[in-house]
């Protein structure tokens, strides 16, 4: 077996998914398929399978903090991603220990609402993010109805996704607001259907990404996914924009890989299969 070099390691800090499709199950998968070592803590276990969240166990905070220090006087980590957070007091413990720096970036998912429609993030958890997380951040990786309630705003308020991003930026991260499928937006040279995300640094003009859209249900765990890859190629010491344009097409990818399943009876998984290396037995 050839040696390996030390991977970096990357934190993530989210909930679990009984239904192995996101949280920490899409974090740890995307992070080990992209040359990461990925630690956990576990913020809240969940009962959820593709079809809705039946129930939640938040984590106390004194165990979340416990994790916190485990893994951070023992490992070094060289990025920091997170997902579903729950309560403000845990919101307010990862801004507290885990802010942003270049050594060491803050990718923030702000779960707020499963892709099942389930609320993950109440009005509390909201104004934790606003005041405590975001402006210790380095990047935020909403969609736009987390944007729109990161915002204050209501969730049918027809701001374009380009302005909420440049707003949201105010609060101080950089931005990539994540586009889901829109059949008006089609890729400029006319190839193919795409999706737009907003990347908005604070007081820039925020700019597209396009990517490829997938035609797919099996999109469970896709933002999980999307932000884990995010952090993984920051760790791996790529600049924002070229992270962002990996993750997309990485997140693409495994979209793609699963657009034909046949998994649970709502919103499938995301795949989280990757190829083995050439030579090694299934």
Request: proline share 10%; hydrophobic share 45%.
């Amino acid at each position: 077996m050839t040696p390996t070099l030390t991977p970096p390691v990357v934190l993530s800090v989210a909930g679990t998914d009984s239904g192995g499709a996101a949280g920490t199950a899409a974090d740890l998968t995307t992070l080990a398929a992209l040359g990461v070592h990925g630690a956990c803590v576990v913020t809240a276990v969940t009962a959820q399978d593709t079809t809705a969240v039946h129930a939640v166990h938040a984590v106390p905070p004194a165990a979340v903090a416990a994790q916190l220090d485990a893994v951070l006087g023992d490992l070094p980590v060289a990025a920091v991603k997170t997902g579903m957070l729950g309560a403000p007091a845990v919101v307010e413990l990862v801004g507290q220990l885990l802010p942003g720096t270049p050594a060491r970036p803050l990718v923030v998912d702000p779960v707020l609402v499963a892709t099942s429609g389930a609320v993950l993030g109440d009005a509390a958890v909201v104004a934790a993010y606003v005041d405590v997380l975001l402006p210790v951040a380095t990047v935020v990786t909403p969609n736009a109805d987390e944007a729109r309630a990161l915002l204050g705003r209501a969730p049918d308020d027809p701001t374009p996704a380009q302005e909420l991003a440049g707003e949201l930026a105010l609060l101080g991260p950089a931005v990539l607001l994540t586009g889901g499928p829109d059949p008006r937006d089609e890729d400029p040279a006319g190839a193919q259907p795409c999706c737009t995300d907003w990347l908005a640094l604070p007081g820039v003009q925020p700019r597209p990404l396009r990517h490829p859209r997938v035609a797919t249900r099996n999109d469970h765990g896709s933002g999980c996914t999307y932000a884990s890859a995010l952090a993984a190629h920051l760790a791996h010491g790529a600049s924002l924009a070229s992270a962002a344009d990996r993750a997309a097409a990485y997140t693409a990818r495994q979209l793609l890989r699963s657009a034909a399943w046949r998994l649970g009876r709502g919103r499938g998984p995301v795949a989280h299969l990757h190829p083995l290396p050439s030579g090694e037995p299934a």
